[in-house]
């Protein structure tokens, strides 16, 4: 997953260089032709800016990797350090256009932006997906305000910083006698019939007509029931499929 997730940043990366802005918490290389012991790496400040050998601090958040790479060359030459300095700024870590996904989603963790990949669809999709315990809406937290988007109604434009976290959804439990036990999402108007199908059945040895249900009462307490294949299912249901009697 950190090859997979590395090869992305470095990709983005490259295309970013050639029509982005460096950004604040962005990590750079300078390189000075010829210098080789200027060469420096610095993360870009709060404040926009990078301290180099030398020159001190210069503010680079907000232009090119050539805009910088000039201005600091400038540097060097209006300090009389360098007579015609050749100076190279690359990109080494991309966190301003960088998004936290998180939750309940195939591969949490940080994901690149760029013109074409900067919708909320489009980096789920990255993150492998919504898994099927998950919601049918994301919480997207900006500059510490947290807003709610519906994930099936429409798409929406992510900013560098933000975090996405895709909440578990309501859920039934079911066990026993069926293929695939587990936790699964609960849908509208369920029923048990539906939730057993979700689980992948009964096995051979599993019935129908032995169903259990374990649900939370009004006070809080466990209560098992015999359950029929038309009841309906509500969250936190535990269904259990007992075997047949033969």
Not at 34 to 45: G, K, L, V
Not at 120 to 147: C, M, S, W
Not at 177 to 203: D, H, K, L, W
Not at 208 to 224: F, S
């Amino acid at each position: 997953m950190r090859t997979c997730l590395f090869a992305i940043l470095f990709l983005a990366g490259t295309a970013w260089a050639q029509s982005e802005r460096l950004g604040i918490g962005d990590a750079i290389r300078v390189t000075v032709f010829q210098q080789p012991d200027m060469t420096t790496e610095a993360r870009i400040s709060e404040k926009g800016t990078v301290n180099l050998p030398l020159i001190g601090e210069q503010k680079v958040a907000g232009k090119s990797n050539a805009e910088a790479g000039k201005q600091i060359a400038t540097a060097f030459k209006d300090g009389k350090y360098l007579k015609d300095p050749q100076v190279q700024v690359t990109l080494v870590t991309l966190r301003s256009r960088q998004v936290s996904v998180l939750g309940q989603v195939a591969r949490p963790g940080l994901y690149p932006l760029d013109d074409t990949s900067d919708g909320l669809k489009q980096v789920l999709a990255a993150a492998g997906g919504v898994i099927p315990t998950g919601a049918d809406f994301a919480t997207v937290t900006r500059k510490g305000e947290p807003q709610r988007i519906d994930i099936m109604s429409r798409d929406f434009k992510l900013q560098g910083g933000d975090t996405v976290y895709i909440e578990r959804a309501p859920v039934f439990y079911i066990y026993g006698e069926v293929t695939r036990a587990g936790a699964y999402r609960v849908e509208p108007n369920m029923t048990v019939m539906q939730a057993i199908a979700a689980g992948g059945g009964i096995t051979p040895r599993g019935s129908d007509r032995r169903l259990k249900m374990r649900r939370n009462g009004p006070d809080g307490k466990v209560v098992e029931s015999d359950a029929k294949l038309s009841d309906a299912v509500r969250t936190d249901d535990v269904i259990y499929v007992k075997e047949a009697l033969f």
